[in-house]
């Protein structure tokens, strides 16, 4: 890649992450949707071969730059968001409708994923994604290779910045590829300008929450799952699969949709706060205690100051200074020791329990009430 102005080759398909046989999601998807999984990634595959062909020909360097875009797309990922859109779709049209119409308008939602992923590893400074550098630190040890003039990190969040950008119009553009009717896909293209807004305002909280974690509480915290990973994760996209499928906005169906999605999109998120503090680095493919070093507050960081003692609060209020690996360990063990780990397990079990409860108000098909069944469990209690 001699011609890559981002990186030399920094995010190549991702390996297997250790101990990805053991992980729910993974054994969901290949009971359920293994074809799907397969169809999402030839679909991306063949998309993003085209755009990049296309935009060599801008300049060589605009090559390596898309490859870039491309690998973040296809380096890894459990497909989470085109399979929640698959099953909302196929709980409405049954088991006999073809698949292949509406895979562009599923594929287009994990281009709109990474497009968060990159600008959210930006704002959060993270050094690594999925076991690899993430694309601004790779992006920025090309440029101090390559010996630029400028500072390399500004650099690196600059490309970051684009690539993510470069996504979105990726996934616009994919999503005008589904085949079908073109008023429903209008219909469609609302649901999916929704999740892109309360994706955005999720974020927004998210970062102003970080600056501002003196005034949080665990109710915004819970906002801030609730905009920022349930709408997009789960909510969303169930919803934009029922769209797809030409569901009444007005049904039992979407109904229930809308109650399981929220659910077992906060349970999502309450997972991820744990797994940020407690996760193994081998398995998540980001360092363990980066929400405690950030102060970042978190639906469990805002139970353990509300749980603490005067004396344990003192010590919770060191969180965001910490930085030595023995420090950051001894503020986890704290945070265990409030009590407010047992809490987030009880309120996962409890929002999976809601999600389950929703799916019973519905006529939904079969297989993909028993799908979203096994997803909540699996989705909730994941190791990466």
């Given amino acids: 890649m001699a011609n890559d102005a981002v990186a030399a080759d920094p995010r190549r398909v991702a390996p297997a992450q250790p101990g990805a046989t053991d992980d729910p999601v993974r054994r969901v998807l290949a009971t359920f949707t293994r074809d799907l999984v397969d169809g999402v990634d030839e679909t991306l595959a063949a998309f993003l071969a085209a755009e990049v062909d296309s935009l060599t020909e801008i ?102 910045v684009l690539i993510g950008d470069l996504c979105m119009v990726w996934a616009d553009r994919l999503l005008a590829h589904a085949n079908v009717p073109p008023a429903r896909l209008l219909e469609v293209r609302r649901c999916y300008d929704q999740m892109r807004v309360e994706t955005v305002a999720g974020q927004f909280l998210d970062v102003l929450g970080e600056n501002d974690a003196a005034n949080w509480s665990v109710e915004r ?86 749980r603490a003692t005067p004396a344990q609060r003192r010590v919770l209020d060191r969180a965001g200074t910490v930085t030595a690996s023995g420090e950051v360990a001894r503020l986890a063990e704290l945070v265990r020791d409030t009590g407010a780990v047992s ?20 006529s939904i098909d079969g297989t993909a009430r028993t799908a979203l069944t096994d997803l909540a469990t699996a989705a909730t209690a994941r190791r990466t």
Avoid: N
Avoid at 237 to 259: H, I, K, M, N
Avoid at 268 to 293: E, S
Avoid at 349 to 359: G, Y
């Fill in 221 to 306: 915290a819970l906002r801030v799952a609730r905009y920022k990973t349930a709408s997009y994760t789960v909510q969303r996209p169930l919803l934009f699969g029922a769209c797809l499928a030409g569901a009444d906005a007005d049904s039992p169906l979407v109904a229930a949709y809308t109650r399981y999605g929220l659910a077992v999109g906060e349970a999502f998120q309450l997972r991820d706060d744990l797994l940020g503090v407690y996760g193994d680095p081998a398995t998540t493919g980001k360092p363990a205690g980066d929400d405690l070093r950030t102060g970042k507050p978190t639906v469990l960081l805002m139970l353990a100051r509300q």
């Fill in 59 to 160: 300049d060589p360097a605009m090559g390596g730059f898309a490859a870039t875009a491309r690998d973040c797309v296809l380096a890894g990922g459990k497909r989470v968001r085109p399979t929640f859109a698959y099953w909302g779709w196929r709980g409405v049209v049954g088991g006999a409708e073809l698949l292949s119409p509406v895979l562009p308008a599923l594929a287009a939602l994990e281009l709109l994923h990474t497009f968060a992923l990159v600008h959210d590893d930006v704002m959060d400074a993270s050094d690594t994604r999925r076991g690899l550098p993430t694309v601004h630190r790779a992006a920025a040890a090309w440029h101090r290779a390559a010996g630029h003039a400028g500072d390399s990190d500004r650099y690196g969040e600059a490309v970051a």
């Fill in 343 to 362: 809490r987030v397990e009880r309120m996962i079990s409890e929002r999976v329990a809601e999600a389950l409860a929703a799916l019973d108000t519905a």
